[in-house]
């Protein structure tokens, strides 16, 4: 068995597919160096992230994949599951050895399960995208702190970049602690020397803009007139709002 050791980044990973055919190897396991624990039976060999061999495998899936498969597969990826590079050296295979697309062959296991890892990314995203709330701080910049349970940082961008194109804004992802930076021509990663908490909703007035404070309690008194008490039906509510989104909503301060 031989474990190909990479970088962590998407870039990585399809290099380190590379690898594999490259170096012919039939017994592979893919491994990001953040999660590899060594293995006295196996061989390591470290992959160094290259950005030809990447796009030639990128490409390579580019000519038997749908734009859907190719989300399917980043999807997978971005989930951060333990098995994900398993399931995808897996899939690559089938992919390649094919000479027909296996992307809506259900009755495999393998392909039932990728398509649903990549629902559930895409459900965390849309979520996201409807529950950002931002905060006007200092700077004339638009925060926002989230906690997603996959990193879908780069999935939400493009999005906000469309909606918000004439605000900068800050979207920071606590728990893998990296966010994306827009300064109304582009989107760029950032980071942070001090983590900001999960919930930035009562910053300190000396940190945010003077006018966040009745913006917040307009949006309260807007929410509050539009909810009807008759028609409350709280497992409905949650079902369609989960709690744990609660802490980034302003309504919920109320």
Do not use: C
Not at 22 to 44: C, M, N, V
Not at 102 to 107: T, V
Not at 122 to 145: L, M, P, Q, T
Not at 167 to 189: A, P
């Amino acid at each position: 068995m031989v474990h190909f050791v990479y970088d962590g980044s998407f870039e990585g990973l399809l290099t380190a597919v590379f690898d594999v055919y490259e170096g012919k190897a039939e017994r592979a396991q893919l491994f990001s160096i953040k999660t590899y624990q060594p293995d006295a039976f196996a061989e390591r060999r470290d992959v160094l992230t290259d950005s030809v061999k990447a796009n030639r495998v990128w490409k390579g899936l580019f000519r038997k994949l749908s734009p859907q498969g190719l989300l399917n597969v980043y999807s997978v990826y971005l989930s951060e599951r333990t098995d994900r590079e398993t399931l995808l050296l897996a899939f690559f295979r089938r992919v390649f050895a094919e000479s027909v697309s296996i992307e809506d062959d259900f009755s495999s296991p393998l392909i039932v399960q990728i398509s649903q890892i990549s629902r559930q990314i895409h459900r965390e995203k849309h979520r996201f995208e409807a529950f950002v709330r931002f905060i006007h701080i200092k700077g004339n910049i638009y925060f926002a702190s989230i906690e997603p349970d996959f990193n879908i940082l780069p999935l939400i961008g493009p999005h906000f970049a469309e909606r918000y194109a004439d605000q900068r804004w800050i979207i920071y992802d606590t728990r893998r602690q990296y966010g994306l930076y827009y300064d109304l021509q582009q989107v760029q990663e950032v980071y942070f020397e001090a983590v900001p908490d999960s919930s930035v909703l009562d910053l300190p007035s000396d940190q945010v803009e003077e006018d966040e404070a009745l913006m917040q309690q307009l949006w309260q008194v807007y929410f509050q007139s539009v909810n009807i008490i008759e028609r409350k039906n709280m497992k409905l509510h949650r079902k369609h709002l989960p709690i744990r989104y609660w802490k980034y909503l302003t309504e919920k301060k109320i």
